[in-house]
């Protein structure tokens, strides 16, 4: 099996540690949560790059437990 994927952006807490974030977008006209049960797969995809970030050998620094979805809600026309 192959894991990969192509982690959006990486912020360093005050405690020095990684912290994984992920970009989405979308166009809505309610709330945005993460609660929707289809989106257990962006869920899984953090922890996924937070798996690969602590697996690199080359990375000396600690990966936050926390990460981060920062969404555009995009409004039609």
Not at 15 to 27: G, P
Not at 33 to 52: A, H, P
Request: hydrophobic share 35%.
């Amino acid at each position: 099996m192959c894991i990969f994927g192509a982690i959006d952006d990486v912020w360093i807490n005050e405690q020095d540690e990684l912290i994984v974030v992920d970009y989405k977008s979308t166009s809505v006209d309610k709330e945005i949560t993460l609660d929707d049960e289809w989106k257990i797969v962006y869920k899984r995809q953090m922890e996924i790059y937070q798996w690969i970030l602590r697996r690199d050998k080359r990375n000396h620094q600690q990966v936050s437990n926390f990460g981060y979805f920062v969404y555009c809600n995009g409004k039609g026309i």
